[in-house]
């Protein structure tokens, strides 16, 4: 008999806003995102049977009702705060979640019920580009938050093979503090090697890493690389199947949530390119890919990095340039002019081929981005 899969599809912008959930928190969001239709904006509210909800949490049943106002009130009180596409110094902020409640049916069964506040609903439904996804048992498995965070920080860039990210990006997305692990050994210790151990034994991924940015000869290590494959030999020994697709209506097991194992394979989404269309030099897809993940999915960002080139000329690697001066832009180093002063000569150069070496391109890049890392740091 096939194995089914319950699917979370997770918006990209969404996925660098939940460093402040906590374990039992990370895992019943990554359940809200299972059970629901991302193509059925009608439906937000999820309903739990309170038993069910202890077992997936791996806690003993507890019903004081002290124990259970606390889990409201937190899930009550996440934020979530959107950049403002224009100027990121600004931004908007709401409620994740604006209604929980906990009650019982005619036959006396409890349950635990959450609905998604109306300002959210965009991030979490009727979404085509920039998500991920990924079955709902590896989130499951994990045994702690950093261990989920950093499981859906790479899971994110699986389709790339590689992630380059600063330290202090890292503790930010890991809702680690920025002076917790002043050493880079204890992080690497109870944080790197501890996800690497956990990834590699209980989800569909697992990564390498290494020192990629430091600060000066020898110096403090300001970024690190992981390269993420996909695990071959994961086994799920998570015994709730039944308990899992008790949660999936089956409207839903009829449309995009649901998949076969024997009818299709595993797919990593990319990011939608055709945002760049404005683009006119003879790109490849993949490099626009490249620019369009420094940039965060944000095309605006992009285009004003390009009006940027088009008004300076002479570049000889456009892709390289863009994914710098994006870098810039959103580090607040510099601000794209309000004139363009537009030239009659051709502007870019060396397009022959576009074989790049891409560990050359990251490593052209943050050459150019050093000076802008060492301020930061210093």
Known sequence: MARKKVIVEKRNILNEMLSRFNLQELRLFSIYLGRINPRDQTKPIVRLEINDFYRIMDLQPQRDKEYLNKIVTSLLTKV??????????????????????????????????????????????????????????????????NQIRMYEILKQYEWRGERIISVAELKALLGIERKEYPSFGDFKKRVLDACKKALKEKTDIEFTYEPHLRSGRGGKIQSIRFVIIKNTDYVCHLKLDNLIYKFIEPDVLKGVKYENTEQSQESTLEPDVTSLKFIQEPLTDRDKLFILQAANGDATLVEAAYDMAKSQGGINNLTAWLISMIGKLKNDEISPPVNVKKQTVNRFNNFDGHNYDFNELERLELELLMAGYNKMNN
């Open 80 to 145: 979530i705060y959107i950049p403002d596409e224009k100027n990121n110094s600004n931004f908007r902020a709401f409620v994740l979640f604006k209604e929980c409640a906990i009650e019982s049916d005619a036959k006396g069964n409890r349950y635990f019920e959450i609905e998604a506040h109306e300002k959210a609903i965009p991030l979490l439904f009727d979404y085509k580009r920039d998500y991920f996804k990924y079955e709902l048992w590896n989130v499951l498995n994990l045994e702690s938050s």
